[in-house]
């Protein structure tokens, strides 16, 4: 199986970062949130997902922390750490730039 | 700071692994859950909301291996279970993995030795500051070249050099310990006052000799060696300043050389120097004898080269003393202090260095040859992990891991191979290797070994490499591994000709320097050392050592005994200058060169040399009566060629001022005895001149000649010497046999060196075939038996494996021979009559090359012929 490409991870990693900004969210949370969200035009691979976590996790971007989920058994639940939300601006900012780009592109011609 | 965080992240991941691995189980499972949990809630069954999650999922053992891939630890974590894998398959087929380690060890060990050596010797500065700026400086006239030079010629170019900022001298000879205590014989250096500062930084006491030192009514300073100062003045420090009994006067202690300090020159000069003092430069003597080895420290920002030229242009300046003849013959020759020191041995150590290249190379074609057969083996392993998805890479990357493993092993092993061979060989070491006492296997050495064992295994790692390469997987799967492809078979038959091409140049190296020993040692020497004992006194009187010599002489056991100022082939604090027939040009007088040695009458028949005409000496050969000397055959061949020297007259009024001065102008010629090997066995250096020791007094080895071995002999003699004073110091009680050993050492070490080697590649060679034969008859297994259930006799089995073993080792002689006629002129300069194409020497070898591979192709042959046609035949 090959990578995703630069543009789908960047984005994968950005919307991950956004859906846990306000809560701590485990894995089926976050993408059940961005499905939800986006009015179920994003569906997010389990394939992608769970390698995405662990490497913003190697990053040091978020934080894991094992605790009760809603149905009482134990998730990990992912939280920004202060370097994540750093990224998240930086990246948030760079999809703005890009989409309004995209859309004038579009749009004029 | 986000790196270390990160660090600690994947160090966490690391050393959690299990933990970690467990954790991402349970998320994964979690998510699971709660998406069927979802869909059971969206109205689905158990069963189908199960099903739907799993394919929501998709592959989960994936998801988890990506995952993991996100840590980080991927390719340590197969590199680890490649190690393993390979560490298992090798426990698995001990015998291969034995026999590729102790080829690998013996291959590698042995170039850790041989470096080792190199190291210290070739490679490593000599233990002086400034090391690098260090010139030898010899003088040359006439024939004579690498001659010692005179305090005239020292003052003269120091006078001109601008290359060198320093220019100072040495001579090397023996003398007597300073202080009270038992006499002892020591080697004491006469040296210009900026010698020692050349090559020592700094004294560990006190100070190094100035010019005052050198003023004519200065009191006489010495510098002692560290060894010394411990040894006869207990490190006493408040030594220094003091006045000790020294000779037949008293010295000045002023300084004190640091520990180990020692000097090395060219040629067998002694390097344990215990006593050194000061002597002036100047010019008062333009026509003075050569004795000091000049040694030169170049000016920051010169060269060797500037160097030479410029010595050039002042040997043409000077050496003009004759106002009539102005000779300016005079050649200056500047070198590197350390490459003229290593001059003698420095052919072998290269030689011995490409050989042991060369077992290297057979030892990894060995392995290669041995990995080769072995993956053909697996074939049907590899196939399978193939065909269940392994990629190329992966299954190199296994192979390179398991071969990695074996060189690591076999590297680890060839430590200690080489730390017992560098044993081994400074054991066998020649007195000229003496000097460098320091071989040790260092961390230059570690390193090369990992190097070479890194690049082995990368050499060897390409051959299986090959096989996999061009591999179908279906085609192998159908044979059931029994590959009878043809491609890897001539891959090993390869290796094997190669390692035979590179055995036999071994070989040939070995059988020419072991001729070459065997003819060193039925050498005539000109003198019998059997039965002959020396020992060292310091200079005695005449009536003292006659008095000895008679003592001696009626000692239970002794023949005859007489007295000898340098004793053949040794080299220490040796004597020689120009010596001229009556009539002589001036250029005459300055072009031959003599041995000067000063004997008691029956000399020659006590070490067994021939007098050839006229007499020996006798007891009224002194000052009084007419100046006699003896010649060798050499000399007067070169004096009076085609004429009769006896009678004939001889300068010898040069002699160099010492403690031991030697003025009788005019010699005539008594006698003329057969040439002496005064320094080596296989060249003849100089010729010989003997006078009688009235004439020249010096310190004196005597030598005794016995009937058999007489046990106590040194301990009488020591007694018979402390009788007549007990002053008198006695050391180097050795038989002349010893000096001989000695003197055959160096081609003992070349011979033994090169014959372990031919050894080791022959041993290696026979693995190769016997491993290539063993293999093939093992494929061919079902073919014999075929072969013999139709009817073929044993005898046409057995010539069949043989004949294959063969052809590859005919091929290697081939090959060998060609390059042996390219590399064995190399060899020329360390024989000794036999010549690098001798016939003899490559019919010997290639009927041992033969030998031993039929030897070793007779096993796998004999066991083709015992092979069950019934039993082959199922076993297909």
């Given amino acids: 199986m090959g990578k995703p490409n630069d543009l789908v991870q960047g984005t994968l990693d950005l919307l991950i970062l956004k859906t846990i900004s306000l809560e701590p969210k485990h894995g089926w949370a976050i993408a059940k949130r961005i499905q939800q969200i986006s009015g179920e035009v994003l569906q997010v691979q389990q394939g992608s997902l769970y390698p995405a976590l662990h490497r913003l996790e190697q990053r040091a971007w978020i934080k894991a922390k094992w605790a009760e989920s809603e149905t009482g058994r134990q998730a990990k639940f992912y939280s920004l750490t202060a370097a994540g939300r750093t990224q998240l601006e930086k990246e948030a900012a760079n999809w703005s730039r890009l989409s309004a780009a995209i859309d004038l592109v579009v749009e004029t011609s | ?876």
């Fill in chain 2, 1 to 876: 700071m986000m790196w270390i965080q990160q660090l600690w992240l994947r160090l966490q991941t690391l050393f959690g692994r299990s933990r970690t691995e467990q954790r991402l189980q349970d998320e994964v499972q979690f998510h699971v859950d709660r998406e069927i949990a979802e869909n059971i809630a969206a109205g689905m069954s158990a069963e189908e909301a199960r099903h739907t999650a799993m394919r929501t999922f998709g592959n989960v053992t994936l998801v988890r291996e990506d995952a993991r891939q996100a840590w980080g630890w991927v390719w340590l974590e197969q590199l680890v279970e490649d190690l393993r894998f390979g560490a298992r398959s090798l426990r698995k087929s001990p015998g291969f993995a034995a026999v590729a380690i102790m080829t690998l060890a013996l291959g590698i060990g042995a170039n850790t030795a041989i470096f080792s050596v190199v190291n210290a010797v070739l490679l490593r500065p000599l233990p002086y500051p400034d090391a690098n700026r260090l010139a030898i400086i010899w003088s040359g006239l006439g024939s004579v070249n690498r001659a010692v030079a005179s305090t005239y010629e020292l003052f003269e170019i120091r006078q001109r050099s601008k290359e060198f900022d320093q220019i100072g001298g040495i001579w090397i000879t023996n003398g007597t310990l300073p202080g009270e205590g038992e006499p002892e014989q020591v080697k004491v250096g006469e040296v210009t006052a900026n010698f020692l500062p050349i090559l020592c930084a700094q004294p560990a006491l006190g100070r190094f000799f100035n010019a005052e030192d050198d003023a004519p009514n200065a009191a006489w300073a010495i510098v002692i060696s560290y060894g010394v100062w411990a040894r006869r003045f207990g490190s006493n420090p408040a030594i220094v300043g003091q006045s000790v009994r020294y000779g037949n006067g008293s010295a000045v202690i002023v300084g004190v050389l640091p520990e180990g300090f020692r000097i090395i020159l060219p040629g067998n000069v002694p390097s344990n120097v215990d006593v050194f003092y000061s002597v002036p430069v100047n010019n008062a003597d333009p026509g003075g004898p050569g004795w000091l080895h000049l040694i030169g420290h170049l000016r920051p920002g010169s060269t060797f080269a500037r160097a030479q030229s410029e010595a050039d242009a002042i040997a043409t300046q000077i050496h003009d003393w004759d106002g009539n003849q102005n000779i300016s013959g005079l050649r200056l020759t500047v070198l590197p202090l350390q490459a003229d020191d290593v001059r003698e041995v420095r052919g072998t150590l290269l030689l011995l260095f490409g050989g042991v290249g060369f077992v290297l190379l057979i030892a990894c074609a060995n392995v290669a040859n041995l990995l080769l057969v072995r993956s053909t083996k697996r074939a049907r392993e590899t196939t399978v992990r193939a065909a269940l998805g392994a990629s190329q890479g992966r299954l190199i990357r296994q192979l390179l891991a398991e071969n990695l493993l074996l060189a690591t092993i076999g590297a680890a092993v060839a430590l200690g191979v080489g730390w017992f061979a560098t044993r081994a060989i400074l054991a066998t070491r020649p007195p000229s290797l003496v000097i460098f006492n320091d071989v040790t296997p260092d961390l230059t050495v570690l390193a090369f070994t990992m190097a070479v064992a890194l690049l082995a295994s990368a050499f060897f790692g390409l051959a299986p490499i090959f096989a996999i390469g061009r591999r179908d997987l279906a085609q192998t799967l159908k044979e059931g591994g029994r590959s009878t492809a043809a491609a890897p078979r001539n891959w090993s038959n390869f290796l094997v000709t190669v390692e035979i091409a590179l055995g036999f140049v071994l070989l040939a190296g070995t059988g020419l320097l072991m001729r070459t020993f065997i003819n060193i040692l039925h050498v005539d020497p000109g003198f019998r050392a059997e039965n002959v004992v020396s020992f060292q006194i310091s200079t005695p009187k005449y009536e003292m050592l006659h008095e000895l010599q008679k003592k001696i002489a009626v000692l239970p056991g002794v023949r005859s005994v007489s007295a000898v100022s340098h004793l053949p082939l040794v080299e220490a604090g040796n004597w020689y200058a120009n010596y001229w027939k009556e009539g002589a040009s001036v250029r005459e007088q300055h072009s031959v060169m003599a041995d000067h040695r000063s004997i008691l009458p029956g000399y020659f028949s006590t070490v067994g040399a021939t007098l050839l005409q006229g007499r020996d000496f006798t007891e009224t050969d002194d000052v009084a009566h007419q100046h006699v000397a003896i010649l060798d055959n050499v000399l007067a061949q070169e004096l009076w060629p085609n004429e009769e020297a006896l009678g004939k007259k001889l300068n010898v009024s040069d002699s160099p001022k010492g403690p031991y001065q030697f003025e009788r102008d005019w010699v005539v010629v008594v006698g003329v005895v057969k040439h002496v090997q005064c320094h080596s066995l296989t060249v003849m250096v100089r010729p010989q001149i003997y006078v009688p020791f009235q004439l020249a007094p010096r310190p004196v080895s005597i030598v005794v000649l016995t009937a058999g071995t007489v046990p106590n002999l040194a301990a009488e003699a020591r007694a018979q010497v402390g009788l007549l004073n007990k002053n008198m110091a006695v050391s180097q009680v050795v038989p002349l046999t010893e000096y001989l050993t000695r003197a055959r050492s160096h081609s003992r070490f070349a011979s033994l060196l090169a014959a372990a080697l031919a050894a080791i590649a022959l041993l290696l060679a026979c693995i190769g075939i016997y491993g290539v034969l063993s293999y093939s008859v093992a494929q061919r297994t079902g073919e014999i038996g075929v072969r013999m259930a139709i009817g073929a006799p044993r005898w046409r089995v057995l010539r069949m494996v043989l004949g294959q073993g063969l052809k590859s080792t005919a091929l290697g002689l081939v090959g060998g021979f060609l390059l042996s006629l390219v590399l064995m002129p190399l060899l020329a300069g360390l024989l000794f009559g036999v010549v690098a194409s001798d016939r003899v020497n490559y019919i010997l070898i290639s009927g041992v090359v033969i030998g031993v591979s039929v030897l070793a192709a007779l096993l796998p042959a004999w066991r083709a012929t015992e092979i069950d046609p019934i039993v082959a035949l199922r076993h297909e």
